[in-house]
């Protein structure tokens, strides 16, 4: 079965500001997805269907084949998560369904990954959640300042979309819910991180464990 391609940004919330600039205090609310609130009534939902595979593309000036998405002084982890929509957008509690940081074997960042890639990620909606409204929220995090307090630059957005055919329950464990903002503190393992001096070795990603369900491509 052939994939559906869709115009950049149509189900992305807008964000404030230009589309290069991260968030740099992750305690505000901007964490979300990068704007003030984290719901945007005039955007519209994208259907998917749970266990398919949805590519997200990262681009910092273009969707042209030759941006490079992020300089290449920029390195660090991505996390996509997911949060069933509520009235509230503060109300929305998200749980983490993929994870890539560095890979010693290749040794590469997932931004690195992502770039040589043309900023395409594809990634899997979990089957057995429950059907319904959602945002997945895509995540990049550098940390090429990270060795300074508050110095690590996340770069948030969120992609409304609506679940159709899950199972309508959780696996046992169900996931580990988390609040943005609130998972991360500033002085978290994988937040406040010398990446000079040990170069991705030891690194860990922050936020909760990875939702089980399924397995993502490598």
Not at 15 to 38: E, H, L, M, S
Not at 50 to 71: C, E, Y
Not at 203 to 208: F, L, M, N, R
Request: with cysteine; charged share 20%.
């Amino acid at each position: 079965m052939g994939k559906t391609n869709y115009a950049k940004g149509m189900y992305i919330q807008p964000v404030v500001g230009p589309a290069v600039t991260y968030v740099a205090d992750f305690t505000k609310v901007q964490i979300r997805c990068r704007n003030d609130n984290g719901s945007s009534p005039t955007t519209p939902y994208l259907c998917v269907t749970a266990g398919s595979t949805i590519s997200t593309f990262w681009h910092r000036r273009n969707a042209l084949p030759d941006d490079i998405m992020i300089v290449y002084s920029h390195i660090g982890p991505c996390m996509f998560y997911l949060g069933k929509v509520t009235p509230n957008p503060d109300d929305i509690k998200w749980f983490k369904i993929y994870e890539l940081g560095y890979n010693k074997d290749t040794k590469k960042w997932c931004s690195e990954v992502a770039r040589d890639n043309h900023g395409r990620m594809d990634i899997v909606i979990p089957k057995d959640i429950e059907n319904g409204r959602y945002l997945l929220r895509t995540e990049l995090l550098t940390l090429q300042n990270a060795q300074k307090p508050m110095g690590a630059q996340f770069y948030p957005n969120c992609v409304q979309i609506h679940i159709t055919g899950a199972n309508n329950k959780f696996l046992d464990p169900p996931p580990e819910y988390v609040s943005f903002p609130g998972v991360y503190q500033p002085n978290d393992t994988g937040i406040l991180y010398n990446l000079r001096k040990d170069g991705g070795m030891t690194y860990q990603i922050p936020g909760p464990p990875v939702y089980p369900p399924v397995k993502n491509p490598s």
